[in-house]
């Protein structure tokens, strides 16, 4: 399976596609409730603290906060090792936006924003049983993109992204 594809997975399951060299990790899920209602909460900056499992998004400064191609919103977030532990704040720029089918923002950091530059994905498939949901981790365009390669960084998003599916599954499926 290449990381354009996408199969489908009963609800229970979740496969992972993971392409180091080629800049992304991706996780997908089969939840079972309609792509409008997963993208609802996806597309809402507000509510990423309540989906995200990788433990490292603290809040969004406002409490709702929902998105569309352009808008820019930042996030608080907790500090890891690659930051020595401390909070730090990121800006993030949605740069792909179909209401129901997929979302993705550029994320960056510091002054000026010449930090960072990855991206999220999000997209969104119907399927039997529910809705097909991809999350990705893309380097493509990040500066720091050697270091994220190496080392414990793409299994770290892997396990977060896995993590957030399965949140996200357990607000909005019945």
């Known amino acids: 399976m290449t990381a354009g594809e996408l199969s489908p997975y009963s609800s229970d399951e979740a496969a992972s596609v993971t392409d180091v060299q ?15 209602q997963i993208f609802a909460l996806i597309a809402d900056a507000g509510k990423h603290s309540s989906i995200d499992g990788s433990g490292t998004v603290d809040h969004s400064p406002d409490q ?6 352009g808008s820019k919103f930042g996030m608080s977030m907790r500090g890891r090792p690659e930051s020595l532990f401390l ?8 740069i792909e936006f179909e209401p129901d089918r997929h979302i993705a923002w550029k994320t960056t950091m510091g002054p000026l924003g010449l930090i960072g530059g990855r991206i999220w994905r999000y997209e969104l498939s ?3 049983g529910g809705t097909l949901v991809r999350e990705t981790w893309d380097v493509s365009q990040d500066r720091q993109r050697p270091m994220l390669k190496m080392g414990a960084m793409p299994k770290q998003a892997e396990d977060g992204m896995r993590a957030t599916l399965e949140r996200i599954a357990a607000l909005v499926e019945p």
């Open 22 to 36: 080629g800049n992304t990790v991706s996780v997908e899920r089969v939840i079972n409730a309609p792509a409008a």
């Open 64 to 69: 709702s906060q929902p998105l569309s191609v």
């Open 87 to 94: 909070p730090y704040r990121t800006t993030n720029t949605v």
């Open 126 to 128: 119907p399927v039997d």
